[in-house]
């Protein structure tokens, strides 16, 4: 599992616009509760990797999760970083 | 404006419907109540394709994720926005509606049709370029896309052919998409390419019965034929035509619960502050009919007989009397209407100019509707249409027995201001062939066009003006 921190106040267009250029496909919108922040939940177009879109909400992040095997998890964390030319 | 609805569905006042104009696709939403309209392209009508009142904005997103339209949600936003704000959402489902088979003592009313009147369709495709709404049932679209699947490519998908005839739900019947205001099936040579593929029971139900009217007096069904296409008129007098209904059908429960009947209130405006019951209109119409004189000039008659109900309601002597002795409208009383009239043609012109194409032939004709219009306000021509015998008498003289019989003068209008309103139709079709190109199909018969302009177009509403009837 790779967590990707975004900047602060990253506009939804734009994580929908990442979304859309690499091919991610959204497939579920999960609500905040008491057992877990809101993310949205994308998979790669040949489904080998998830990617979750986590709002930890106040005090927390804006962040991606990508959860893969490896390799993919290295090929996609790597495509986020460069996108929002963020290291970490 | 308020708050967008937490499950969002589109209006059943709104109406959706494709188009293809000049090849390229289009998406107008129609305002039923307004007579507004909204556009937008097929990739904006997708996003709303989960709009259907089970959604909220998120389940939405996801619905257009799916449907592989999703690129930002603020667009979805967006689309909503706009609908929202022209007041064209709803929240929530619609309760579903079952069709309502007729009460017993309803289905067993007679039909009674017009008398000595066959159909003979030329299948030249002149209704079928026309109207803005073709209605399929769900078993009837799938019938023509199964045997036009390549037809705008909807034997994959349904909905690239066909919306839902109200709203958002496809639950009821749908509306074919339009191809330069032809609907989709009609084949380039104006055939039917339904009936051709599949045989004429294969074409939607209100297709084969287009252009009976049916409406329920409480007496019986009448059984009459809307003036809207130009075979009607080339049909008159002709024999070995279709019946406008099964000849073997007898009573309105043999017509199926599924077939269009309008039934008449108890009570129909007929005039200002007078009302009439519906066996009293019955009786009166058919006195009325029984009473035309075979060579009359229909605007005075039609004229004449609105001054009766004015001044005495359904009474049969005054009515008797004006058919009698008919007057022609004086230039002064036909004034308002005529003026209100050239404006809602000039607004349609408008309309149609804004997204239409060029080919339409309902973009066409709204333009020759409102030169002819307009030439009326002329004094000199408003005489000449007014003056002698109409080069249409016989057409005139049908169409007036036709409304009558098929008590199509009742509608939004009180009585008299529908026969004043049929004056000024006949008037405004005999002032029309001089707008009409060369070997236009509306020549031989222009009230025709007319009357489906008046109805499919929304250019009757003029009659809705205040200091007319409505």
């Not at chain 2, 073709?134 to 390549?150: D, I, K, N, W």
């Amino acid at each position: 599992m790779v967590r990707i921190v975004l900047p602060d106040a990253t506009p939804r267009d734009t994580l929908d616009d990442a979304a859309a250029d690499l091919g991610l496909a959204l497939v579920n919108i999960v609500s905040k509760t008491e057992a877990h922040p809101a993310q949205l939940i994308y998979v790669t177009p040949d489904r080998r990797a998830q990617v979750h879109l986590v709002d930890e909400g106040a005090g927390g992040a804006l962040c991606y999760v990508v959860q893969g095997d490896e390799v993919e998890e290295a090929r996609w964390s790597g495509a986020l970083r460069a996108r929002f030319e963020v290291a970490s | 404006v308020s708050a967008l609805p937490g499950r969002p569905r589109l209006a059943a006042h709104a109406l959706v419907r494709l188009h293809v104009v000049d090849g390229v696709e289009v998406v107008v939403i129609h305002d039923a109540r307004t007579g507004d309209l909204l556009r937008m392209g097929p990739r904006e009508w997708a996003l709303l394709a989960g709009a259907d009142g089970t959604r909220d904005f998120d389940a939405l997103v996801l619905a257009a994720a799916r449907g592989g339209v999703l690129r930002r949600a603020s667009e979805l936003g967006a689309v909503l926005a706009a609908l929202h704000a022209a007041g064209l959402l709803a929240d929530g489902i619609e309760p579903p509606v079952s069709p309502v088979a007729p009460a017993l003592h309803e289905a067993a009313r007679p039909l009674d049709a017009l008398p000595g009147f066959t159909l003979t369709c030329d299948e030249g495709g002149a209704c079928c370029s026309l109207y803005g709404s073709v209605l399929f049932s769900p078993l009837e679209a799938a019938r023509a896309r199964s045997l036009l699947p390549e037809i705008l490519g909807a034997g994959e998908r349904e909905g690239r052919a066909f919306t839902p005839e109200h709203g958002a739900t496809p639950d009821g019947h749908l509306a074919v998409a339009l191809v330069d205001g032809r609907c989709a099936y009609l084949a380039g040579d104006g055939r039917c390419g339904i009936h051709a593929a599949g045989g004429e029971g294969a074409k939607p139900r209100g297709c084969r019965a287009y252009p009976a009217t049916l409406v329920d007096d409480g007496e019986s069904v009448r059984v009459s034929v809307g003036v809207e296409c130009p075979c009607v008129l080339a049909s008159v007098g002709r024999e070995g035509g279709a019946p406008l209904v099964d000849p073997g059908a007898r009573t309105r429960g043999a017509l199926g619960a599924d077939a269009r009947v309008v039934t008449l209130p108890e009570a129909i405006p007929i005039a200002d502050d007078r009302l009439a019951s519906r066996a009293e209109l019955a009786a009166w119409s058919r006195l009325v009919m029984g009473a035309l004189p075979d060579d009359g000039e229909v605007v005075s008659l039609l004229w004449s007989l609105a001054s009766a109900l004015d001044a005495a309601g359904l009474d049969h002597a005054a009515s008797l009397a004006a058919l009698a002795a008919p007057r022609s409208p004086a230039p002064a009383a036909l004034s308002p209407w005529l003026a209100a009239l050239a404006a809602r043609a000039r607004a349609r012109v408008a309309a149609a100019d804004t997204w239409r194409g060029r080919r339409d032939r309902s973009r066409l004709a709204s333009h020759w509707l409102a030169e002819a219009a307009e030439s009326l306000l002329e004094p000199a021509a408003l005489a000449s249409a007014l003056a002698g015998a109409s080069p249409f008498g016989g057409d005139e003289r049908f169409y007036l027995r036709a409304q009558l019989h098929g008590h199509q003068l009742i509608g939004d209008l009180p009585l008299a201001a529908a026969l004043r309103d049929r004056a000024v139709r006949l008037l405004l079709a005999r002032a029309l062939p001089a707008s009409l190109p060369e070997g236009d199909p509306a020549r031989p018969h222009p009230l025709a066009l007319v009357e489906a302009m008046m109805r499919g177009h929304g250019l009757a509403g003029y009659a809705r003006a205040p200091r007319l009837g409505g």
